[in-house]
Nanobody
Framework: QVQLVESGGGSVQAGGSLILSCAAS????????MAWYRQAPGKEREPVSS???????VYTDSVKGRVTISRDNVQSTLYLQMNTLKTEATAVYYC???????????WGQGTQVTVSS
């Protein structure tokens, strides 16, 4: 019943910028922690960043300083601003909602980000 739809992915050159968005349906956005994960080819899915209901953000060390997560609780939309992109950032990026012990309850379909050199 809950749907998360990512958009904004595409192909960019190294050093460029991109912004991803996640539109949420249902009555869960304003009450749940949100997060961005990514999965590179041949790699496991890994967390990129998460944000609390109140807007406090947490980043993985590998991306800190190059990405910014934000949320609009009125429009039920999650964002991920990515700057100074590296080829290592090439992956499918997933939106997730409502954290539990070790993962999240809801997941989007993902959006592809490709960074070329």
């Amino acid at each position: 019943q809950v749907q998360l739809v990512e958009s904004g992915g595409g192909s960019v050159q190294a050093g460029g910028s991109l912004i991803l968005s996640c539109a949420a349906s249902g009555r869960i956005f304003s009450t749940c922690r949100m997060a961005w994960y990514r999965q590179a080819p041949g790699k496991e899915r890994e967390p990129v960043s998460s944000i609390s209901v109140g807007g406090t953000a947490v980043y993985t060390d590998s991306v800190k300083g190059r990405v910014t997560i934000s949320r609009d609780n009125v429009q039920s939309t999650l964002y991920l601003q990515m700057n100074t992109l590296k080829t290592e950032a090439t992956a499918v990026y997933y939106c997730a909602a409502c954290s539990r012990a070790f993962t999240y309850t809801y997941w989007g379909q993902g959006t592809q980000v490709t960074v070329s050199s």
